[in-house]
């Protein structure tokens, strides 16, 4: 039953997804106002999904000092950043 539901809730985003990362422009219209909007500037809880064009990894780090990454963003004009962590 999960798995249907979780298809489901994914099937309007899924060409989307593929889409942008094809390299197409594509928007979906947002469930809640019906606004046309790209996927760059979805907003997700705990940002469960990013879109980007720009990523660093850093492998065999130890844990960033607080503040890291708001320094990070504010090098980068302020740009939304999001860091994903933990092992791939």
């Known amino acids: 039953m999960r ?7 994914w099937e309007s985003f899924r060409d989307v997804v ?5 390299g197409r ?3 979906i219209p947002c ?4 606004r046309r909007v790209q996927p760059t500037a979805w907003k997700w809880a ?4 990013v879109f980007g064009h720009l990523g660093f990894t850093f492998w065999n780090w130890p844990p960033f ?3 890291f990454v708001e320094e990070f ?3 980068l004009d302020g740009h939304r950043t999001v860091l994903i962590d933990g092992k791939l």
């Open 73 to 75: 963003a504010r090098r």
């Open 3 to 9: 798995d249907q539901l979780d298809d489901a809730a």
């Open 65 to 67: 000092r607080p503040g």
């Open 46 to 49: 705990d940002d469960y999904f």
């Open 25 to 27: 422009d594509v928007v």
């Open 31 to 34: 469930p809640a106002c019906s």
């Open 18 to 22: 593929h889409g942008w990362d094809e």
